[in-house]
Structure formats: C-alpha cells, structure tokens
C-alpha cells in the first residue's frame, strides 16, 4: 500500500515538470537563426510571443507566402538532407517563439500560402523536420516584431 502511495504521490510531480520544461521529451523544433537571435516554434500556445495564422483566402491575407519549386527562386530556403546537426543553434537568451493560431488578432499576420501569384516572401522546403507552414511561420515571424506595450499614462 506504501508503494502505491508513493506512485500516486510522484504523478503530479511529473505532470508539473512536463508543464514547466514545456514538452516531456526534448525534440527539435523548427529554429532559424536570425541576425538579432533566434525565433523558433513554440511547443505551447502560451510560450509564443508572436502568432502567426493561416488563410484560404487570399483577401483576407496580410501576408503572402509562394512556395517554389527551386531554391535559386526562394527568400528563404529550408534543406535538411545532410546528417549533421549544428548543436545549439537555437540556444540562447534571445530565443523569440513564434506560435501557430487559428484565430488571428487585428495585431497577428494571417499567411496566405500559394503556388503562384505576387508574393511578400518565396520560400523553398525540403525538410524532414520542417513543414511548408512551419517555414512561412517562422520567415513571417522573424520578420514581424511584436506589438509594443504601451504603458498607460496621462499626460
């Protein structure tokens, strides 16, 4: 009966590391390092500092994405075939996490993803770990700053 005490007791122990560390098993999120740090996927919708969306309708896009068929026409080029892995490459104080919503705020880029059209950005993605949306997210996000907080004050 102790035994089963002790079990039950290391249960919520577990379920607040998991929630505190993020994720219960450490895996490579999509990184890309950018001049001012890195920005990469956020595991959890409260990690995000900035939200990106996505759209069917072009109409409604504030941001337009191609994806193309060469990387010789691509912004922004994701190719993961070589088996090396660049440790750290996302480490550090100036991690900015971008997050993916289904509900955009009049503040958050909504992504309109396309194969052919005018285009904000053009990206090429060859990845295992990347998705097409990962990529766009990620492009989008380090390229938008969040919105500043204002302070409130009468003056």
Known sequence: M??????AST?????????ARGELFASARPCIATGLGSV???AF????????SFTDDPATATVRVQIVESAENADFVV???????????????SIRFV???TSATSTDP???LSTA???????????????????????????????????AANL
């Not at 919708?45 to 990106?52: I, K, N, T």
């Not at 075939?81 to 550090?92: A, F, Y």
């Not at 700053?145 to 204002?150: D, F, K, V």
């Open 2 to 7: 102790l035994r089963l005490k002790i079990l």
């Open 117 to 151: 059209g005018d285009a904000d950005y053009r990206i090429f993605v060859r990845s295992r770990s990347f998705t097409v949306r990962d990529a766009a997210a990620l492009i989008v996000g380090a390229r938008s700053t969040p919105p500043a907080r204002l302070a």
């Open 99 to 101: 997050g993916i919503t």
């Open 45 to 52: 919708p409260w990690e995000a500092q900035s939200h990106v």
């Open 11 to 19: 249960i919520p122990l577990a379920i607040a590391a998991f929630l």
């Open 79 to 93: 190719i993961d075939d070589v088996d090396t892995n660049e440790p750290n490459t996302c480490s550090g104080a």
């Open 40 to 42: 990469q996927m956020a």
């Open 110 to 112: 909504v992504i309109y």
